[in-house]
C-alpha cells in the first residue's frame, strides 16, 4: 500500500508550509530589532488606497448582512483559531497585498473584484464554520485567483491584442446538474476542432515553472493537488473524477473574480450566495470573456469553443449579454434523482473544508435552489428558441446520435476523425469514468411526494419522465453519469 508514505509526505509538506510564514516572520522580527541596523531604502508605496476606498475594505460596506452568531468556543479551540488566523489570515487587505507583492505589481488592472472577495470572506468566516484545512485551502485558493488574475494583466501589457480575440459562436452546455453535462463536455473536447478549457488551464491559465527543470509544470502540479483532494474525499472518485486534463466547469473561471457559485457548492455561506444574486453575473461574465480570450490566444490554430456549467442557468442574462451569439444546450433529467445526487456530492465537497455538517440543511438548500433553477429554465424555452433542449436519457442510450444532433443544431461537421475518437472513448469509458450509486432524498430530509408537486411543471414542460431504482424504494434514486 502506498497511502502511508504518501500521507506522510503530505502532512510533512502541509506542517512546512504552516512553519516557513511563522520562519519569516520570526526572522523579520528580529532584523527589525537588530542593534545597529540600517534599512535599506524604502521603495515607493503601492497605491493601495484605490481599492480600500471602493470596497471598503476597512469599513463597514452598505448592505452588509449581519454576521451569524457562532457558539462560544472553549479556550483551546480559541487559541487554535487565533493561531490559525495568524498562519493563513482570510483578510482581503492582506491577500491583496500578497498577491501584489509577490508578482512585483502595484496595482489591478481591474479592481471590480475586491467587493466580492469582501463579501466572501466576510461570509466565510461568519457561516462556514472552516476546518483548519479549510482554511488554509481557503487562503491558498484566493491568493491563487489574485495571482492568475495579475498574469493576465502582465500578458496584457505585452500582447494588448489579447483582449480583441474575437469568440465566435461558443457553445455553452447547462441545464440540472447530474444530467451527463460532464460526459457530453468530454465527448465533445475529443474532437480536435473543438476547444474545451482543461482543469490545469483554468487553475494555472499561465505557465508555472518546476523548480529544477524550469519546465513547464502545470499538469503535474494540478494532478498532485487532485490525488491529495481524492485522499481527502475518496467518495468523490465515483461521483465526479478529477482528471488534470478533463474539460473543466466554467465556475473554475468566473471563481477568479470571487463571483461565483461554486463557492456555494464546496462551503456553507448563503449570505453570499444572497448578496452574488442581488449583484448579479456581468462582471463575472466579462471576466469569463477576458480569460477565454487568454486560454483562445494561446491556442496553435483557432477551434470552436465549447463550454460547460450547470449554474449558467441561473445567469442566461448575464450569459447573453456577454456572447450575444451563444449556442445554448441544456439537458433535463429527472429532478428528484438530480437532488439526492447533487446533495451527496455537496456532503462529500464540504467534508474537508468545515468542521460540522448538516444533511437536512444541505437537503433544503439544494432543492430550494434547484426549484429556482427548474423555474428558470421553464421561462428561458418560452423566451429563447434558438436553446437546444436534449435528455439525460437520450444521451447515455444513444449518444452518438445526441451528439450528431447537437452538432447539427449548432452547424457544425463531425469529422471522420472526431467521431472515431468519441467511438473509442465510448468502448473504453462507456459511462465516462462514472460510477451507477443510488442515494436517498430522505437522509438529507427530503420527500419525493413534495418534490415531484414542486417539479412538476418543469418535468411536463419538457417531458422529463421519472426515474427509479429496482430496491422499491420511491425515495431510493439512481444517478451515475454527471
Same mark, same amino acid.
Given at each position: ?21 511563522? $520562519? ?80 512585483? !505589481? ?7 473584484? +475586491? ?27 484566493? *491568493?491563487? !485567483? ?25 457553445? #455553452? ?5 447530474? !444530467? ?21 488551464? $483554468? ?32 467518495? *468523490? ?20 473574480? #470571487? ?24 462582471? +463575472? ?5 477576458? #480569460? ?13 469553443? =465549447? ?30 434523482? =438530480? ?13 474537508? #473544508? ?68 468519441? +467511438? ?7 459511462? &465516462? ?12 430530509? $427530503? ?9 412538476? &411543471? ?11 431504482? &429496482? ?8 444517478? &451515475?453519469?454527471?
Amino acid at each position: 500500500m502506498i497511502y502511508g508514505p504518501l500521507v506522510t509526505v503530505l502532512v510533512l509538506a502541509v506542517l512546512i508550509a504552516v512553519s516557513v510564514p511563522l $520562519l519569516r516572520r520570526i526572522a523579520s522580527l528580529s532584523r527589525s530589532i537588530e542593534p545597529g541596523r540600517r534599512d535599506p531604502p524604502a521603495r515607493a508605496p503601492r497605491k493601495l488606497s484605490l481599492y480600500r476606498a471602493r470596497a471598503s475594505l476597512r469599513g463597514k460596506l452598505p448592505g452588509a448582512t449581519r454576521p451569524v452568531t457562532q457558539p462560544a468556543r472553549r479556550p483551546a479551540r480559541r487559541e487554535r483559531a487565533r493561531m490559525l488566523d495568524r498562519i493563513a489570515p482570510l483578510d482581503a487587505g492582506e491577500l491583496i497585498d500578497t498577491a501584489l507583492r509577490r508578482r512585483g !505589481c502595484r496595482e489591478f488592472s481591474d479592481w471590480t473584484f +475586491a467587493m466580492a472577495l469582501q463579501r466572501l470572506l466576510r461570509s466565510l468566516r461568519a457561516e462556514a464554520q472552516l476546518s483548519m484545512f479549510g482554511q488554509l485551502a481557503t487562503r491558498f485558493d484566493a *491568493l491563487r !485567483c489574485l495571482n492568475n488574475q495579475l498574469d493576465l494583466d502582465l500578458a496584457e501589457q505585452f500582447d494588448a491584442s489579447i483582449v480583441r480575440r474575437n469568440l465566435v459562436r461558443p457553445i #455553452f452546455i447547462t441545464g440540472l446538474p447530474r !444530467c451527463g453535462s460532464t460526459f457530453l463536455h468530454s465527448m465533445l473536447a475529443l474532437d480536435p476542432a473543438v476547444a474545451a478549457p482543461r482543469s490545469w488551464q $483554468l487553475l494555472y491559465p499561465y505557465p508555472t515553472r518546476s523548480p529544477l527543470t524550469g519546465a513547464d509544470n502545470r499538469r503535474t502540479r494540478v494532478a498532485r493537488q487532485f490525488a491529495f483532494f481524492r485522499l481527502l474525499s475518496p467518495e *468523490l472518485t465515483g461521483m465526479h473524477p478529477l482528471e488534470a486534463d478533463a474539460p473543466q466547469e466554467c465556475t473554475d473561471i468566473t471563481a477568479q473574480v #470571487f463571483q461565483s457559485l461554486r463557492f456555494d457548492t464546496i462551503y456553507r455561506i448563503p449570505a453570499y450566495r444572497d448578496w452574488l444574486d442581488q449583484h448579479g453575473h456581468d462582471g +463575472a461574465y466579462r471576466f469569463h470573456r477576458r #480569460f477565454l480570450q487568454h486560454l483562445d490566444a494561446q491556442g496553435a490554430s483557432a477551434r470552436h469553443w =465549447v463550454l460547460k456549467s450547470p449554474d449558467h442557468v441561473f445567469a442566461l442574462d448575464a450569459l447573453r449579454r456577454t456572447y450575444p451569439d451563444a449556442i445554448i444546450v441544456m439537458l433535463h433529467r429527472d429532478p428528484l434523482c =438530480v437532488l439526492a445526487s447533487v446533495a451527496k456530492l455537496t456532503e462529500i465537497l464540504r467534508r474537508p #473544508f468545515t468542521r460540522h455538517l448538516d444533511r437536512q440543511q444541505i437537503g433544503a438548500e439544494i432543492s430550494e435552489r434547484w426549484a429556482d433553477g427548474a423555474d428558470r429554465m421553464v421561462a428561458a424555452r418560452s423566451s429563447d428558441a434558438q436553446i437546444l433542449h436534449l435528455h439525460y436519457h437520450d444521451l447515455v442510450s444513444a449518444p452518438m446520435d445526441t451528439i450528431s444532433a447537437l452538432y447539427d443544431h449548432c452547424g457544425l461537421r463531425l469529422s471522420a476523425a472526431a467521431e472515431a475518437r468519441m +467511438a473509442q472513448s465510448l468502448r473504453t469509458r462507456p459511462r &465516462g469514468g462514472y460510477a451507477v450509486h443510488a442515494h436517498r432524498l430522505e437522509s438529507f430530509g $427530503l420527500e419525493a411526494t413534495v418534490l415531484r408537486e414542486r417539479f412538476a &411543471g418543469y418535468m411536463r414542460t419538457f417531458e422529463v419522465r421519472p426515474e427509479r431504482t &429496482g430496491s422499491g424504494s420511491a425515495n431510493a434514486l439512481a444517478s &451515475g453519469t454527471a
